[in-house]
C-alpha cells in the first residue's frame, strides 16, 4: 500500500499521528485546515506551521500520492481527464465533468478491476490492486482545486459531486470506499464537506456488500449497473450475476432505497441487438414499476477490440418510451469525454506516458 497520508486518518488518528513525531496536537487540525479546507498541499504555503517543522510534518502526513502523468480536456475545458501514477507505477485515471450548476468527479477506487465485463475496457485487464482511502479522496481534493481556481468555464468554482464510476469496483474495496466517503462527506476541516447525497457509489451488485452498505447509516445513492432484465444475459454481461441474480440483487437494492429513502439508480448500458430489444424494456419496466429506482441508460461507449456498438437512436427512444410507459423515471446519460476516452467504460490508463 502506499504511505499513509492524512486523508487516511479520522481527526483523532491524525491527532495521534501529529504527537508521535513529537508535535503538539492541534498542528492535526492545521494540516486538515489546509488540505481539506483550502485544498493546500504545497508546504510552502503553509505560512502558520513553524519553518523547522512544516517539512517535516508535510512529509509524513501530506506525502504525494498521485503523478499527474497526461491531462486531456475537451468541451471548452469542461470536461478533463487526468491519468495519475501512484507511487508503485500502477496507473490510474479520474474525470472532471463540469455542468453550468454543478461539478462532478469520476473517481476510481481499483487500479484495473477484477469484474470482468466484457464491454468495459478497465475490466479487459484485470485487477492490479485496491487504492487506499487516500489515494481516492486525493483525486478528489485535486479536481475541487482546479475548480476553486476557477478554471472550468461556467461552471461553479466549488465542487458538489462525486460519482465512484471510474475504474475499479467500488464495493470490492469496500472499507477503503467507505472511509473514503466519510473523508468527502465529513464536514471541513477535517474533510471536504460534501453532502452524502451528491454522493454516488455504482456497483455491478456485489449483495454482501450492498448489505453492509445499507447497515452503515449514510445516505449516498446507490447505482446498480444492471445491463439486462434476465439473468441468461447479464451472466454475460455482468459476470457476478453468475453468483448473484437479478432478482437478488434487485431486492438487495430496494431494501437500500427502503433504509435510506434515496433512489436507485439503475444503469444500462444500450447495447445494439444485444440488450436493446423492446421485450427487455418491457421487462425491465415489470422489475421495476412502483419501485423507488430511476433508469440511467448509457449509450455503450465504444472501447477498443469490442465487438459491440451503441444501439442506433430509435431503438434507445422506443427503450425510453417503453420504460417510462411502465411508469420508470428514465434518462439518457450525456457520453460526455468520449473523445478522450473519459466516458464510462473507456477508462484503461494504458500505453501512456512512456
Ligand atoms: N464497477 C462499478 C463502477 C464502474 S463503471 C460498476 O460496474 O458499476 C460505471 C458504469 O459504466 C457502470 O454502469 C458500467 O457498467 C458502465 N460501463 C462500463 N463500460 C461501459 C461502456 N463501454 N459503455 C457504457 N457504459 C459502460
Not at 417503453?322 to 476516452?341: H, Q, S, Y
Request: aromatic share 4%; hydrophobic share 40%.
Amino acid at each position: 500500500m502506499p504511505p499513509r497520508h492524512l486523508a487516511d486518518l479520522d481527526p483523532a488518528e491524525r491527532r495521534a499521528a501529529v504527537a508521535d513525531l513529537g508535535e503538539r496536537e492541534f498542528r492535526a487540525g492545521q494540516l486538515s485546515t489546509h488540505y481539506f479546507g483550502r485544498l493546500v498541499r504545497d508546504p510552502a504555503a503553509m505560512t502558520d506551521l513553524p519553518a523547522a517543522t512544516r517539512a517535516r510534518l508535510a512529509e509524513s502526513m501530506l506525502p504525494s500520492l498521485l503523478t499527474p502523468v497526461r491531462e486531456l480536456t475537451c468541451d471548452d475545458g469542461a470536461t478533463r481527464k487526468t491519468l495519475w501514477r501512484l507511487h508503485d507505477g500502477s496507473l490510474v485515471e479520474s474525470v472532471l465533468m463540469g455542468y453550468p450548476d454543478r461539478v462532478t468527479v469520476c473517481v476510481s477506487s481499483q487500479a484495473g478491476c477484477g469484474m470482468a465485463c466484457p464491454f468495459c475496457a478497465t475490466g479487459q485487464a484485470g485487477l492490479t490492486r485496491n487504492l487506499s482511502t487516500a489515494e481516492i479522496v486525493d483525486q478528489v481534493v485535486s479536481f475541487a482545486a482546479i475548480a476553486a481556481s476557477g478554471a472550468i468555464p461556467g461552471s461553479p468554482a466549488r465542487l458538489s459531486h462525486v460519482v465512484f464510476m471510474g475504474m475499479g469496483e467500488p464495493l470490492a474495496n469496500y472499507p477503503r470506499v467507505i472511509n473514503a466517503v466519510r473523508r468527502l462527506t465529513d464536514p471541513a476541516p477535517d474533510g471536504l464537506g460534501l453532502s452524502q447525497r451528491h454522493i454516488t457509489v455504482s456497483t455491478v451488485g456485489l449483495v454482501p456488500a450492498i448489505r453492509r452498505l445499507t447497515a452503515e447509516g449514510l445516505s449516498v445513492t446507490l447505482a446498480l449497473s444492471l445491463h439486462a432484465p434476465d439473468d441468461e444475459l447479464r451472466d454475460e454481461l455482468v459476470p457476478v450475476n453468475q453468483r448473484w441474480k437479478v432478482a437478488e440483487v434487485l431486492d438487495t437494492a430496494w431494501a437500500y432505497a427502503e433504509q435510506t429513502g434515496r433512489r436507485v439508480s439503475i444503469e444500462y448500458a444500450m447495447i445494439r441487438d444485444v440488450n436493446d430489444q423492446p421485450w427487455r424494456a418491457d421487462l425491465l419496466g415489470e422489475l421495476l414499476s412502483g419501485r423507488l429506482a430511476h433508469v440511467n441508460l448509457i449509450p455503450l461507449n465504444p472501447t477498443p477490440g469490442s465487438r459491440w456498438d451503441a444501439s442506433p437512436k430509435p431503438v434507445e427512444r422506443e427503450f425510453v418510451r417503453r420504460l417510462r410507459a411502465a411508469g420508470v423515471p428514465t434518462t439518457v446519460r450525456d457520453t460526455r469525454g468520449r473523445e478522450i476516452d473519459g466516458a464510462c467504460g473507456q477508462l484503461a490508463a494504458s500505453g501512456v506516458g512512456q
